[in-house]
């Protein structure tokens, strides 16, 4: 179950309100990198946790502190607005070079939101929860999470680098520092769990007649006029310890030419189809 | 610039025709898990990608490797469906039991693709490109391809579990074989460039003023009435090298209380949230 | 800021499991009638809510309930989905009459999910934030708010008659009675502002002079061959108190004939537009 | 059966074409608080009518009033994208702000739609038909409806307060007129079947013995910190006139710890969840 | 403006209320090949037409009669649900295999539209108006509504065929007729303008200079392995009248290997990236 | 079976980046016109042609290419996107005004992709695949795929008017070549199988008895005050050659008034609308 302290995770000042940055903070809301993501993919990952119940509680208390990085971010885009303006006379008091820069703000933040924050990314497309990943498979999981703060991480540099704003810089200096954390504990999980070896090839519970080994191990070289890319994933043992990697270049088809001869009567196909 | 050679990349065979099954093979053409998205993430990551060229390479001719998966799992589709009744006569002819079954088929694999394959996933949902996770960095772009190939083996041997056709499980046998060399060659590239103490936290190239790394390395436990799950994440040197793993407990907001005071005039609130 | 506390708000039993019935819950988890929805629509609501303060607080209240709401759904989706066969052998040791029922489930429950909730409708159609209604009018916000709450309840009864499984109907029960106090509680807010009267018309702080009066209380019939359905909005006192209800039947055009003319050089149009 | 007249519903007239101001207007058009919205909401509604036929007649008519609202305001797009410069040469003969400016437009509306009316938002974002709330139950209905026009009024309003442009200014004083009337004539349905008290809870279908009513009627403060903010909803009568309501302050879960075991084999999850 | 009458455009009988073939017709209202689609297509292109006046007045007179079509089949959806189970003794009352088949209607016609049509295709996804194609250039959407009525008369072939419903079968035969009709009617537009000589290549605007001509009339075979398929389009004057059809076989890229060197500082790439 | 070579198909040259003119391509890239959607509606068509292979063949020869030109489009977009600034001190350094135009750009080729290209069109709204149309019936898959190359060359020809880079006109008028081509060629497919007379009406294996062809052949004037504009449409034979154009004004219903009655008990509907 869930409560609230009515407190911020985090101080919010804005020196200078900014409607252009609004929208760019926008994609740590309601953006495939933002909150909303990690924090619904981190919830529904852990209701759907079997095994070892420390990783569902783990997965639920960092939900939980993500939707507190929602709200604070919520709040700081809600002060980049403050001011932006909203009337023509407004628009006029202000100098037409600033007035153009209001070209590049979201319109839906005036004319949907009323100044507020909104769970849509920096162009306005609403967060969808297709972006919810949660295989119920833990090592699959696992890499989703990091993904997830990867991309958050580098977000979050970008927006610190686009504004001189003191305040705004402070508080995704703490984001940063938190996306570093959870980078790391989820990776942290399958470096227990005796680490690629262990985990890979994910999932490691498949059974060896499932897979047709011939075909696990090699880098397929699929272009016509370029050497195999060389590194770490064309030799030496695998990451799993099961095999050996090597090349195949240039690769035959093996299958067949596809074929599905003449279309049947009754499925709504020219008539020269069905000849 | 991309060729084709007209035979399948791999053998498919359909001993017994099964329009159920087709709709869950959608999931490997149409999901987030399935091979549209690999193909068009490597490819695009390819077309953004910067810095030592060979990386650029391997991801185009893994992108080339997919859409030629997405050609025989499209083939496979087609000739599960071939037979499907598509006449109310047709229906009748069979058991009301197997009919009932029909019930459990995507509709639109008679109505809308005339028995093929579609861009869509099992429920018929239509692949969106928002799911191609390209961030120009490297790193990022890295975990997100290793966690799209354990999605997809785990996707692969659950429709392994899913049907006896032999031609099926030999298909599906190579597709788990291929994701288990995908999910290691991502990360490979991980290891070789100094592994995870070398490319964490990502970006790596954040300077480290940017980062309030005060908040860097504690694992916050949100919980009112749970002890800290203890592991890996929670004590020891951080995966990055560069701090110490620690536990913050019952944390105490660190922000203030958000006030957004009254409404400006002109813009559309009630007049009560004005005064 | 958000906390967790380890139990559930309510108890959640399922007698006998239910895969369809699985795929029913979800309307109520990720359906537009459903707890996501909600949960983030009071959230940003909270966040954007300027003015008396008291509104933000119960906002992000009823917000935070909403969250619990999804955790206790969420775990009787899995509860529902345990027993589901996930193998051939699974499935042959049932009887064809209910393994053609399970043609019924979704298949995203076994493929992606692996037995667990997913943040999609029934049709497995994942949520999108644009249902999030959040418009900073309080008077807008809080008829949106007693809408989805009436959706909710509407949703839950149709759910309760569709289950004969004596933990489910507890729960659902539960559920129809939270959903009506927060039917109530939004609509309370009108009512202590002054009530319809004088909420209406929302924003009630739009100038008069922004309005032409003259068609604000006339009802439109726009059928040539039916006579006007009279009732309360036909005749008398209008619900702002500001004006009188009337009728106008088989209403004439009042504007001029739409005309765009030529197409201009240079816009990709056909050469015949541009003559 | 529909019929369609050639003049429009009301007068379009543009003094100084402006294709921001056009952008801004796609909202009204293709928005969720737009008139694609109602117009398909009110005709879904219609069609799924059951009881008093009048009330199917008030929907289709109304429904019928607003596709005229679409096309007036579709040519006003239209009108306001005349003289959008669609070459290089056009460009380079605006003054340099005007021509940053214009960076704030729609792309689409030159690239896609040749300077016309599209179905999309002001962040150029179709409109999906999720928005078409439609329950089958008059009451939900009736509130979805009000909801709304409120947003609709609500945006009318944020538009008028952005223009200078008095064909434009008088065309949106029509928009919130008719926004006015359609507010309340829904409303008046709840009121003409008993008001709140006779409506709510909705459904007032179901069976008292379908409802905890135990849980029906507290507000649930769900905040570590806060006192509840008092009002209407906290004491008094119900507005169902069924119970009386009150306050429940800090809550204990009720629930059980939720756990869902190992995971079983078959699932395609790690092996270590299995144990 | 837009008008109604209250008898449906055509009559509409169902005898044996099918709530499957519900979830079937739904394709015909709410799927890329339905009636929302043309309507709402047609009505934007009118809106935008350009040039003679007349093909304005045939798209809106067109969108007019497909609202129409709408309607008549959301009653016919609302009438074959007519006496689906919605509670547990409803279902229990009903054979069992007979309760089977119901697992393949659309859960929501029960739970969210109350046994009513929804804008949703037939695997219960909502039309979304990205497919509303008005390019502003009547030749291209004098194509793109070919187009839809062929897919549409598709549709309704198949949908034709599995039913032996009597009244559904003439309610269909006569949609059939109704596409037959407008696949020709816009056709006949381009035929009118000159037939594909004149149109082609469209847009028929675009000076000759912007056109690098010899790349403009071969057919590129991009196999290794497959002769060309020749035919009309491999030889002979090209249907514009402006060039002769040829094959280009085997062909070399004619560009450069594509190279973005490093990644700058700051742009939130590894580091890696930027040496 | 998909290969690659490692050269663009065409030569790309960016003379003076432009991160506005790179907002402007996605639409070329990720928009209904553009090359994704292509390259997957050829390549889905193929998969699933039945019927004389060599229309599989040429499907998957244009899918092949199509994908070619996503390729070099997307280093168009980063090339374009070179330079542009991602720091404040990179802003600072640029003219105000340019800064101004910088408002236009898309935020996301900075926050999420790193400086290239994204599968999204140009308002940032990601490509999905329900545009790709393929509904196994040959002579509606031409015309689609003629519609599509239409909106494709009208996209390019606009983009041309809208650069003056020497190297992104030398591209285009290479798309604008590609696109003439592609256009002629499904339509060629139709005229060697007979022309219009023979295809239509479209799908032309539908039994005549299942058409009321009384209603084939007439164009419905549903307008109350236009005459009908006359045309190619409403008089001479049909395209078929099965009929004779006509007209039909001012038509009265043929239907009857829709009524569906009470609501039946249990249906979650309000209890006036079951009496």
Same mark, same amino acid.
């Given at each position: 179950?869930?409560h609230? *302290?009515?407190? +911020?995770?985090?101080q919010?000042r804005?020196?200078?309100?900014d409607?252009? @940055?609004?929208?760019?903070l926008?994609q740590?809301i309601?953006?495939?990198? &933002?909150?909303?993501r990690v924090?619904?993919q981190y919830f529904?990952?852990?209701m759907?946790?079997?095994?070892?119940?420390?990783y569902?509680?783990? +997965?639920m208390m960092?939900?939980?502190?993500?939707l507190?990085?929602?709200?604070?971010?919520?709040h700081?885009v809600?002060?980049n607005?403050?001011g932006a303006?909203?009337t023509?006379?407004?628009?006029a008091a202000q100098?037409?070079v600033?007035n153009a820069i209001?070209?590049?703000?979201?319109p839906?933040?005036?004319?949907s939101?009323?100044?507020?924050?909104?769970p849509v990314?920096?162009?306005?497309v609403? @967060?969808?929860?297709?972006?919810?990943y949660?295989?119920?498979?833990l090592?699959a999981?696992?890499?989703?999470?990091a993904?997830?703060?990867a991309?958050g991480?580098?977000?979050?540099?970008?927006?610190?680098?686009m504004?001189?704003d003191?305040?705004?810089k402070?508080?995704?200096?703490?984001l940063?520092a938190?996306d570093?954390m959870?980078?790391?504990?989820w990776?942290a999980?399958?470096?227990e769990?005796? &680490?690629m070896e262990?985990q890979l090839p994910?999932?490691?519970?498949?059974?060896?007649e499932?897979?047709?080994?011939?075909?696990?191990?090699?880098?397929?070289?699929?272009?016509?006029?370029?050497p195999?890319?060389?590194?770490r994933?064309t030799?030496?043992? *695998?990451l799993?310890?099961r095999?050996e990697f090597?090349?195949?270049?240039?690769?035959?088809?093996?299958?067949?030419n596809p074929?599905?001869?003449k279309?049947?009567p009754?499925t709504?196909t020219?008539?020269?189809q069905q000849?």
């Amino acid at each position: 179950m869930f409560h609230h *302290s009515s407190k +911020l995770q985090y101080q919010v000042r804005v020196d200078k309100p900014d409607p252009i @940055f609004a929208k760019h903070l926008q994609q740590a809301i309601g953006g495939i990198e &933002g909150e909303i993501r990690v924090a619904m993919q981190y919830f529904f990952q852990a209701m759907g946790a079997r095994g070892n119940p420390k990783y569902r509680d783990m +997965l639920m208390m960092t939900a939980t502190e993500e939707l507190s990085h929602i709200e604070f971010l919520g709040h700081a885009v809600a002060l980049n607005l403050e001011g932006a303006p909203v009337t023509t006379q407004e628009m006029a008091a202000q100098d037409p070079v600033v007035n153009a820069i209001l070209g590049g703000t979201n319109p839906r933040h005036i004319l949907s939101s009323g100044l507020s924050a909104m769970p849509v990314n920096s162009n306005g497309v609403p @967060f969808d929860m297709s972006h919810v990943y949660a295989t119920g498979n833990l090592g699959a999981d696992m890499l989703a999470n990091a993904t997830a703060e990867a991309g958050g991480r580098v977000l979050a540099s970008r927006l610190y680098n686009m504004t001189d704003d003191a305040g705004m810089k402070d508080m995704l200096s703490f984001l940063i520092a938190r996306d570093t954390m959870h980078q790391q504990q989820w990776l942290a999980v399958i470096e227990e769990l005796g &680490g690629m070896e262990g985990q890979l090839p994910i999932p490691n519970s498949t059974p060896q007649e499932h897979e047709n080994t011939e075909h696990s191990y090699y880098f397929l070289n699929t272009s016509l006029d370029e050497p195999t890319p060389e590194g770490r994933w064309t030799k030496g043992k *695998s990451l799993d310890g099961r095999g050996e990697f090597s090349i195949k270049e240039k690769p035959e088809p093996m299958g067949q030419n596809p074929d599905l001869g003449k279309a049947r009567p009754g499925t709504g196909t020219q008539m020269e189809q069905q000849k």
